[in-house]
């Protein structure tokens, strides 16, 4: 498959493109070509999607079998990528997220919940769920039927920038007594990002259309499970002393939070952990081993170094205060 991903450098773009290399698809990449060196035997494009005029010329006079985006700002830079590539692209497939259905959750919402407004021509980025399903209008604007939305849920494994296992791994490797957010067996709901990666290609190059619910089956693993496992495959020598949310948060410590299993005031949120994936499924989504998910998670830390921060989001750096957790296990102690 000739294939286009705008983006490309990190995480869910990363994948996609080692991913398709590997299936021995011919990649090109758009992107501003700062972050990382393009890997080998990718025809890298350069631009600043925020600039039309610079997104035209990359793009001279090419097509492509199918293009992947997984912008996550401002719609009207997918509106404009979609319009310039309609007739240069059989199809478009766009990483989107289970944060355009409008909150709360309903348990065991599939992909007919109610969804949030979204404008298309938006400039804004403030409002993630208003830009992802605005991103969506405008892809089908230009793309219609032949435009697959892939809504992720929460995308764990090698390259992740937002900061979950990774920031896991850091507080287990220093080894003691850490911290784990009550009860053990809280059901997790995942998707890793390399099966998401594979599934998009396999879904674009046949043509498939429609918006999916996009992660792996509830109650695959449990979080005391998602611990336990990440110990074993690294053979840090930490304990994990687990503490009642309520005790969390009047100790101010939000853990739970990075894994949406609670709210900032405490609340457990519906329907996070519990999508109906069936649709997914159906269309050949399939999931990997959660031990080979956190053992490659762990070798890519060791080889790159932790991530980069997101701009977008808080530095993981700054999700807990150590004092506060030293306090409680001093306390869980007596």
Same mark, same amino acid.
């Given at each position: 498959?000739?294939?286009?991903?705008?983006?490309?450098?990190?995480?869910?773009?990363?994948?996609?493109?080692?991913?398709?290399?590997?299936?021995?698809?011919?990649?090109?990449?758009?992107?501003?070509?700062?972050?990382?060196?393009?890997?080998?035997?990718?025809?890298?494009?350069?631009?600043?999607?925020?600039?039309?005029?610079?997104?035209?010329?990359?793009?001279?006079d090419?097509?492509?079998?199918?293009?992947?985006?997984?912008?996550?700002?401002?719609?009207?830079?997918?509106?404009?990528?979609?319009?310039?590539?309609?007739?240069?692209?059989?199809?478009?497939?766009?990483?989107?997220?289970r944060?355009?259905?409008?909150?709360?959750?309903?348990?065991?919402?599939?992909?007919?919940?109610?969804?949030?407004?979204?404008?298309?021509?938006?400039?804004?980025?403030?409002?993630?769920?208003?830009?992802?399903?605005?991103?969506? #209008?405008?892809? @089908? /604007?230009?793309? $219609?039927?032949?435009?697959?939305? !892939?809504? %992720?849920?929460?995308? *764990?494994?090698?390259? +992740?920038?937002?900061?979950?296992?990774?920031?896991? #791994?850091?507080? @287990? /490797?220093?080894? $003691?007594?850490?911290?784990?957010? !009550?009860? %053990?067996?809280?059901? *997790?709901?995942?998707? +890793?990002?390399?099966?998401?990666?594979?599934?998009? #290609?396999?879904?674009? /190059?046949?043509?498939?259309?429609?918006?999916?619910?996009?992660t792996?089956?509830?109650?695959?693993?449990?979080?005391?499970?998602?611990?336990?496992?990440?110990?074993?495959?690294?053979?840090f020598?930490?304990?994990?002393?687990?503490?009642?949310?309520d005790?969390?948060?009047?100790?101010?410590?939000?853990?739970?939070?990075?894994?949406?299993?609670?709210?900032?005031?405490g609340?457990t949120?519906?329907?996070?952990?519990?999508?109906?994936?069936?649709?997914?499924?159906?269309?050949?989504?399939?999931?990997?081993?959660?031990?080979?998910?956190?053992?490659?998670?762990?070798?890519?830390?060791?080889?790159?170094?932790?991530?980069?921060?997101?701009?977008?989001?808080?530095?993981?750096?700054?999700?807990?205060?150590?004092?506060?957790?030293?306090r409680?296990?001093?306390?869980?102690?007596?």
């Amino acid at each position: 498959m000739k294939l286009l991903v705008l983006g490309g450098t990190h995480h869910v773009g990363r994948a996609i493109v080692e991913a398709a290399l590997e299936r021995g698809d011919q990649v090109s990449t758009l992107n501003r070509g700062l972050s990382r060196a393009p890997a080998r035997g990718v025809r890298a494009l350069i631009a600043d999607r925020t600039d039309p005029e610079s997104v035209r010329r990359a793009l001279g006079d090419g097509e492509w079998d199918a293009v992947i985006d997984t912008w996550a700002w401002a719609p009207r830079v997918v509106r404009e990528a979609a319009g310039l590539l309609a007739d240069r692209a059989g199809h478009y497939g766009y990483v989107s997220s289970r944060g355009v259905h409008r909150w709360p959750w309903p348990p065991g919402a599939d992909e007919q919940a109610p969804l949030v407004d979204g404008d298309p021509a938006g400039t804004d980025n403030a409002d993630y769920a208003a830009a992802k399903r605005g991103g969506e #209008l405008a892809v @089908l /604007e230009s793309f $219609g039927e032949r435009a697959l939305l !892939a809504r %992720a849920g929460m995308i *764990l494994g090698p390259y +992740e920038d937002v900061g979950r296992i990774p920031w896991w #791994l850091r507080r @287990l /490797e220093k080894g $003691g007594r850490v911290l784990a957010p !009550a009860p %053990a067996d809280t059901p *997790l709901q995942y998707l +890793e990002v390399r099966d998401l990666a594979t599934w998009m #290609l396999q879904s674009v /190059e046949r043509g498939l259309g429609g918006a999916f619910t996009v992660t792996g089956p509830p109650g695959a693993i449990t979080l005391g499970e998602l611990l336990t496992t990440a110990l074993e495959v690294t053979g840090f020598d930490t304990e994990l002393v687990w503490a009642e949310p309520d005790l969390l948060m009047r100790h101010g410590l939000p853990l739970g939070m990075e894994f949406g299993l609670r709210m900032p005031d405490g609340s457990t949120p519906s329907g996070m952990h519990d999508a109906d994936v069936s649709a997914a499924l159906a269309e050949g989504l399939t999931t990997r081993p959660l031990r080979e998910t956190l053992a490659d998670t762990w070798a890519w830390l060791q080889a790159e170094g932790d991530p980069a921060p997101r701009p977008d989001a808080p530095s993981p750096d700054t999700w807990l205060d150590a004092a506060a957790e030293q306090r409680l296990l001093d306390q869980l102690s007596h």
